[in-house]
């Protein structure tokens, strides 16, 4: 079964307006998960790594305070896009990583599509 | 930082045939290489990985091979069935639990 949910499946928005996004992982106790974006038909890019009880670290280009990223629980991220635009639409996908390998797992992710 | 290579970017194989997709890396000190299956609009999902401790590795009609002296890995896929259609990814990471960086994707297309 699926070990981390996402929140919304998808969501539609006007210009300007902020999205959350919620990643849940299922079970178990995520110290550590990671967002990225996904463009139609590109791969994934890494947006930042969220640790619990800490700020989240961002990859090079992408904006901390456009992307805010909280990890207050160890079984939640939530990823706000602030006032966001039509070039924001995308595909996010959180993950977290499972078990004595520490596997990464990944969210149904969420389509955002911005108007 | 990390930058892996993904070829070719799409690839159209008879069922039941071979296909092969590599990847090169450019940090020496990855020794993580996972791969993964996504098919359209779904999460991507983990199909095999290999450490840096073996040269290849098998599961059943899939098997991976590294070259670390040539920074490469590749992911062979046998007896191809339409199934199999997807998008794959290839990936390199220090270890399994740090930041993945993702190939560019190939999307493999199965004739019957």
């Known amino acids: 079964g699926a070990v981390v949910s996402q929140h919304p499946s998808r969501v539609i928005c006007k210009s300007g307006t902020s999205v959350k996004i919620e990643c849940r992982s299922l079970d178990f106790q995520a110290t550590t998960m990671f967002w990225y974006r996904q463009f139609p038909k590109k791969s994934l890019m890494l947006m930042a790594t969220?640790?619990?009880?800490?700020?989240?670290?961002?990859e090079q280009g992408v904006e901390k305070d456009k992307f805010l990223i909280n990890h207050a629980s160890l079984t939640l991220s939530t990823l706000t896009v602030t006032s966001a635009h039509p070039e924001d639409s995308s595909f996010y996908i959180c993950?977290?990583?499972?078990?004595?390998?520490?596997?990464?797992?990944f969210g149904p992710g969420t389509r955002l599509t911005v108007l | 930082g990390e930058n892996v290579e993904q070829h070719p970017s799409t690839l159209s194989v008879q069922e039941g045939d071979s296909a092969v997709i590599k990847c090169t890396y450019s940090d020496s000190a990855s020794n993580y290489f996972p791969w993964y299956k996504q098919e359209l609009g779904k999460r991507p999902q983990l199909i095999i990985d290999i450490r840096s401790n073996v040269g290849e590795k098998k599961d059943q009609r899939i098997a991976v091979t590294l070259n670390k002296t040539a920074k490469h890995f590749s992911l062979h896929i046998t007896e191809t069935q339409p199934e199999d259609s997807a998008v794959y990814f290839c990936a390199a990471s220090y270890s399994s639990a740090s930041k993945i960086i993702f190939g560019s994707g190939t999307r493999l297309s199965i004739r019957p």
């Open positions: 993950s977290t990583l499972l078990g004595a390998d520490n596997e990464q797992f």
């Open positions: 969220s640790n619990e009880g800490s700020k989240a670290t961002y």
